[in-house]
T-cell receptor, first 112, second 109 residues
Framework: EADIYQTPRYLVIGTGKKITLECSQT?????MYWYQQDPGMELHLIHY???????EKGDLSSESTVSRIRTEHFPLTLESARPSHTSQYLC???????????FGSGTQLSVL | GQSLEQPSEVTAVEGAIVQINCTYQ??????LSWYQQHDGGAPTFLSY????GLEETGRFSSFLSRSDSYGYLLLQELQMKDSASYFC??????????FGAGTRLFVKA
């Protein structure tokens, strides 16, 4: 079944640690996105990619980085996590209809 | 700039009809989307309106008036499982989808 997967679902780590949030999709979509969402708030775009080796920063400034070496894989990395990075991170993809986003279940990150 | 306004909370009873409004301001506009998100879950796409008028999908309908920069989501025959947050979002082209802050819907028995 075509889907979009994120791991881990929950992550609690200490300040200064390096982390990578994984995102994979089996829908064959070229476009992938990372959104950040705080409780009860809107989603903010932090990164997007139009395809392999294409990555751009979104509207919300983020200290995270992303890579797109394979079409199906779009990991997000924080080199040194801080408490201000505590948030939910949602990965999404879209096909030819870019207005329709498919989301993963998200990673709830807590940095202590 | 770009902004969306929607109510923060709506409460309704099971079996009733509820309307969630969304007004927006944007310099570029292709269409209005609605997403549903249950607590701890992923946002799921409900509808997209590019043209004025009403689009119906089962119990859910979505309306757009481009001249009024206004849309709404209509949920009929409410069920307990409809309790969730509902986000309106404007698609402004390319990679850009701008989300509202969401409306939390509580369905009571």
């Amino acid at each position: 079944e075509a889907d979009i997967y994120q791991t881990p679902r929950y992550l609690v780590i200490g300040t200064g640690k390096k982390i990578t949030l994984e995102c994979s999709q089996t829908m064959g979509h070229d476009k992938m996105y990372w959104y950040q969402q705080d409780p009860g708030m809107e989603l903010h775009l932090i990164h997007y990619s139009y395809g392999v080796n294409s990555t751009e920063k979104g509207d919300l400034s983020s200290e995270s980085t992303v890579s797109r070496i394979r079409t199906e894989h779009f990991p997000l990395t924080l080199e040194s996590a801080r408490p201000s990075h505590t948030s939910q991170y949602l990965c999404a993809s879209s096909g030819d209809s870019q207005e329709k986003l498919f989301f993963g279940s998200g990673t709830q990150l807590s940095v202590l | 700039g770009q902004s969306l306004e929607q109510p923060s909370e709506v409460t309704a009873v099971e079996g009733a009809i509820v309307q969630i409004n969304c007004t927006y301001q944007t310099s570029g506009f292709y269409g209005l989307s609605w997403y549903q998100q249950h607590d701890g879950g992923a946002p799921t796409f409900l509808s997209y309106n590019a043209l004025d008028g009403l689009e119906e999908t089962g119990r859910f309908s979505s309306f757009l008036s481009r001249s009024d920069s206004y849309g709404y989501l209509l949920l009929q025959e409410l069920q307990m499982k409809d309790s969730a947050s509902y986000f309106c979002a404007i698609y402004t082209g390319g990679f850009k989808t701008i989300f509202g802050a969401g409306t939390r819907l509580f369905v009571k028995a």
